[in-house]
Nanobody, 124 residues
């Protein structure tokens, strides 16, 4: 079992920055990859970014490349999503997820545990 708790969401102006965090407990954190997904109003949940167990490999959906950075601190059992140059279309509930494998994936089917989500709103 893995428990995930997100934090750091909020309201930010366009072109602003925000960092969301996800603290994990339960299984050994460095055993599995982590991912961030988001669900905008009226849309299905979608992949944002993923990071391998070691942090050496990262993947991003095209719309956030160059603006978002995923990272992890295995000593703190925490994964982060640094979001820069935010746009109104980034508004969504952001979910972190723990994979059932050590290597990153953009498929929800590879993630077994999910956090409760944190709201990110980009608006002036």
């Amino acid at each position: 079992q893995v428990q995930l708790v997100e934090s750091g969401g909020g309201l930010v102006q366009p072109r602003g920055s925000l960092r969301v965090s996800c603290a994990a407990s339960g299984r050994t954190f460095s055993d599995y990859a982590m991912g961030w997904f988001r669900q905008a109003p009226g849309k299905e949940r979608a992949f944002v970014a993923a990071i391998s167990w070691s942090g050496r490999s990262t993947y991003y959906t095209d719309s956030v490349k160059g603006r978002f950075t995923i990272s992890r601190d295995n000593a703190k059992n925490t994964v982060y999503l640094q979001m820069n140059s935010l746009k109104p279309e980034d508004t969504a509930v952001y979910y972190c997820a723990a994979a059932n494998r050590p290597f990153a994936s953009d498929s929800e089917r590879d993630y077994s545990y999910w956090g409760q989500g944190t709201q990110v709103t980009v608006s002036s």
